[in-house]
């Protein structure tokens, strides 16, 4: 299966406390993608870093993509109680795109 | 980025019976797939819809319990067949074209009673 990885399976943090989940993979991939589900609702699409792009920003995002090492890391700085959410890395195999297994984010106010 | 609506957006549907999903683009786009998210867990591809011919399917998925036509670039349906209380999911259409990535429509909750 080309399903990625993705850990921890769930992380309960305070608000203003940086959040950070890793997601590893198992063949080359085009690109990596980060993903937002807010319970019971679509996914919002957060990011995407190419494979020969090591990191990126967005806001109170950071990710970064080690192509050696098959992984990858989504950091949410200072964090909200509305960035709780299931957060989901997925990698484009070709014109594919296949979902890690995601990471439930609590954030308490 | 292409805006997909899907219908419809939930349904009860007896266990033994069909569901037909359908997913309309706004613009013409390259590729169109569906997955299912059964609860609590992540997205699964289904399959790739191919305009005009066989979709191609992911290890697990056959035609004959999820047939997937593809008429066009802008509408894919996904049916559902001879359900059981297992297939109780949320069935989402994607599509990726042009200029923008990947669009995701609301998704379908099905609950098979």
């Known amino acids: 299966s080309q399903q990625g990885e993705e850990d921890p399976q769930a992380l309960s943090i305070q608000e203003g406390e940086n959040a950070t989940m890793n997601c590893s993979y198992k063949?080359?991939?085009?690109?990596l993608q980060w993903y937002r589900q807010n319970s019971g609702r679509g996914l919002v699409h957060l990011i995407l870093i190419r494979s020969n792009e090591r990191e990126k920003h967005s806001g109170r995002l950071r990710v970064t993509l080690d192509t050696s090492k098959k992984s990858s890391s989504l950091l949410i700085t200072a964090s909200r109680a509305a960035d709780t959410a299931s957060y989901f890395c997925a990698m484009e195999y070709g014109n594919k795109l296949v979902f890690g297994a995601g990471t439930i984010l609590r954030v308490k106010s | 980025s292409a805006v997909i609506s899907q219908k419809p957006s939930r349904d009860i549907c007896q266990r033994g019976t069909s569901l037909t999903i359908q997913c309309q683009v706004d613009s013409q786009v390259t590729m169109m797939f569906w997955y299912r998210q059964q609860p609590g867990q992540s997205l699964t591809l289904i399959a790739t819809?191919?305009?005009?011919?066989?979709?191609?399917?992911e290890s697990g998925f056959v035609i004959d319990k999820f047939p997937i036509s593809r008429p066009n670039l802008t509408f894919s349906t996904l049916t559902v067949s001879n359900m059981s209380p297992e297939d109780s999911s949320i069935y989402l259409c994607s599509a990726v074209g042009g200029s923008y990535g990947y669009t995701f429509g609301s998704g379908t909750r099905l609950t098979v009673v």
């Open positions: 063949t080359s991939i085009n690109n």
């Open positions: 819809a191919n305009q005009g011919s066989e979709a191609t399917y």
